[in-house]
């Protein structure tokens, strides 16, 4: 029988403090070490997964996005520390921050200004940048799938459910033959949405929406620069979208 997994939940060390968040397929909740010495940090997140409500293909996606990001070790993507599975759920070990960068615009927009959205852009970007470097292509770009600590001093990517190494057999991560689906809705690049697979230039359209996102709930002039650089990103030919993200953050510097 499956132990139900609730506030107090032991996992890894780990007891289940608050629900922090919560979807169709998992829910995420703040945990804190039983250890005076943490096995990871002393607070983490843990997102489960109930596969009593999913199919074996999605479990199996599941573990595959803890197991892509938790090879990813860079500044401005969440860290991932592993899977496992208890009671008959599956769970994924994260690094914490406090929130999405969509909900903290919504919530405390004052925290923002000019200067410290434009680095959040860039540095949102060197962590795309870096999956690309790394043969992942992350196919959900998008200002919630952007976490930040409310002090700014952390800009961190995350949300590798959709992600594709490149290098892998697509027609076994996707045994429909549909690997262009997914994503969310006002981000997915146009090729896409007619049925071609994800690559490095769908991602830098996906980019380019979530630049356009973030001025336009903030209500901030666009400089002009960054004007440029989300009309190039968001062409709908892909052809003419910079070749990659490090293209993108020279002219987004300039």
């Not at 549909?178 to 996906?206: L, Q």
Request: glycine residues 8%; without cysteine; hydrophobic residues 40%.
């Amino acid at each position: 029988m499956e132990a139900r997994v609730r506030i107090g939940y032991v996992i890894d060390g780990y007891v289940l403090e608050e629900m922090i968040g919560s979807g169709g397929f998992s829910t995420v909740y703040r945990a804190r070490s039983l250890n005076l010495t943490p096995k990871y940090h002393s607070i983490i997140a843990v997102k489960v997964l109930h596969p009593r409500r999913l199919d074996r293909w999605q479990i199996r996606r599941f573990v595959r996005e803890v197991k892509i990001a938790s090879r990813l070790e860079h500044p401005n993507i969440v860290k991932v520390f592993g899977v496992r599975k208890q009671d008959g759920n599956f769970f994924s070990l994260m690094e914490l921050l406090d929130v999405d960068l969509l909900k903290a615009i919504r919530t405390k927009p004052s925290i923002f200004n000019n200067d410290n959205v434009t680095e959040i852009i860039k540095k949102a970007g060197y962590g795309l940048e870096y999956i690309h470097k790394n043969a992942i292509i992350h196919k959900d770009v998008n200002p919630s799938n952007i976490l930040i600590t409310y002090a700014l001093d952390k800009i961190k990517l995350t949300d590798f459910g959709l992600s594709t190494k490149k290098t892998l057999l697509l027609s076994l991560l996707h045994p429909n033959g549909n690997s262009s689906g997914g994503g969310t809705e006002g981000y997915i690049a146009p090729e896409r949405i007619k049925g071609k697979e994800g690559d490095i230039k769908s991602d830098i359209f996906s980019f380019g929406k979530t630049m356009q996102r973030i001025y336009s709930e903030l209500k901030f002039e666009i400089p002009e620069n960054t004007k440029y650089v989300i009309d190039v990103a968001t062409k709908n030919n892909s052809m003419e979208r910079f070749v990659d993200m490090r293209e993108l953050l020279y002219f987004l510097d300039r």
